[in-house]
């Protein structure tokens, strides 16, 4: 087995994973294990006749009182107190000071881009960790599964152009992008090739999710489609240019033909589909565009537009990297496909194809 292994290029426990069952290597992974056995990749994976969703328990429980309760779809944690099961509904919002490293001490009077800071870990060379910019809220939960392998993620919020450009400048390992052509209707892969040498990177699909209009809850201004943001007494909240979800409303306010200056809220800009979501959910916009995730994340509505890949893109001479095949791993486990389709509505049937 460990032999096996060996030459497969992955570890004797992931080995044990695909043995029984509960992980499902990517593309690459299947055709080498085929190749060394001799066999097709038909012969080692199959579909199950009846891919039966798992069934989990269900239960009451008693929701924390001092929030709003939550709607069907909509995550909550469970925590045993005494003899009552509680239910308290995450906030997506992380209301507390967070991890550091170091603390910045000066700036550079010439270089903007560079500053000076104090180290408060004497022997870390900070290897075990791996920089991703993106705006999918996904990438929490692959962080929490990478933990199990000894890799950390650190997480920087950007949209999928400005992703794109710091990997090209070489700031960050990996850049999440949903960037769909709006002539072809292709996820990604047009603009990577605009802005990329040809062989220069890889491109792994992460999954694909629902994008669309998100609304309070029970969606009391009855907005329908992109057509409605126009009309009187409805206001919206924006992102940024560049960002896949300002691509997506300019297309379908140039096909509509209406003029975004009409719009109220056009304007207000919101750094993400969680902080778009929190605006709508908090009473600031009528409505917004983001993801299905965002809006059960915040018990709102949710009206689907389309269905996008969001996929990761990483430099090729990277995709050796002991952290990058432990990601690549992660992927193709079952545990969190599960997750990540239960907590997001994600499809990840496609999660850890390489598409280039």
């Excluded at 992931?14 to 290597?25: D, N």
């Excluded at 170091?102 to 004497?122: C, F, G, N």
């Excluded at 910019?133 to 929490?140: K, Q, T, V």
């Excluded at 929190?278 to 565009?289: E, L, P, R």
Aim: with cysteine.
């Amino acid at each position: 087995m460990a032999g096996l292994a060996a030459t497969v290029g992955i570890g004797r426990q992931a080995l044990y994973a695909i043995q029984a069952g509960s992980y499902v290597p990517n593309t690459a992974v299947a055709l080498r294990l085929a190749r060394a056995l001799q066999v097709s990749v038909e012969d080692l994976f199959t579909l199950p006749e009846n891919s039966a969703v798992p069934d989990f328990p269900t239960g009451h429980v008693a929701l924390l009182p001092g929030s709003d309760p939550p709607s069907p779809g909509q995550p909550v944690q469970l925590c045993r107190v005494e003899e009552r099961l509680v239910a308290s509904v995450p906030s997506p919002v992380h209301w507390y000071l967070p991890p550091y490293d170091a603390i910045v001490t000066s700036k550079s009077p010439i270089d903007r881009r560079k500053t000076s800071v104090q180290i408060y870990h004497r022997d870390g060379d900070f290897g075990n960790r791996m920089l991703i910019a993106g705006c999918d809220p996904g990438m929490s939960v692959l962080a929490r599964h990478l933990q199990s392998a000894g890799i950390e993620l650190v997480l920087v919020h950007r949209n999928s152009s400005q992703a794109l450009l710091l990997l090209k400048q070489g700031f960050v390992h990996i850049a999440g992008t949903h960037l769909r052509d709006e002539r072809s209707g292709e996820s990604n892969m047009p603009a990577i090739g605009r802005i990329f040498p040809k062989n220069a990177v890889a491109v792994i699909s992460f999954a694909v999710w629902e994008e669309g209009i998100v609304t309070a809850r029970g969606n009391p201004k009855e907005i329908r489609t992109i057509a409605d943001f126009g009309r009187k007494g409805v206001s919206i909240i924006n992102r940024e240019e560049g960002s896949g979800s300002r691509l997506l409303l300019d297309s379908h306010l140039k096909r509509l033909k209406v003029d975004p200056n009409t719009i109220t809220g056009y304007a207000q800009l919101a750094p993400g589909h969680l902080p778009a979501a929190w605006q709508v959910h908090a009473g600031a916009a009528d409505c917004c565009i983001a993801t299905r995730a965002a809006a059960r994340l915040f018990g709102l509505d949710f009206i689907p537009l389309v269905s996008e890949r969001y996929d990761l893109v990483m430099r090729r001479q990277h995709l050796d990297l002991p952290s990058i095949q432990a990601l690549l791993d992660v992927l193709g486990h079952s545990r969190f496909r599960g997750e990540l389709e239960r907590i997001g509505g994600y499809d990840t049937r496609v999660s850890g194809q390489r598409l280039l």
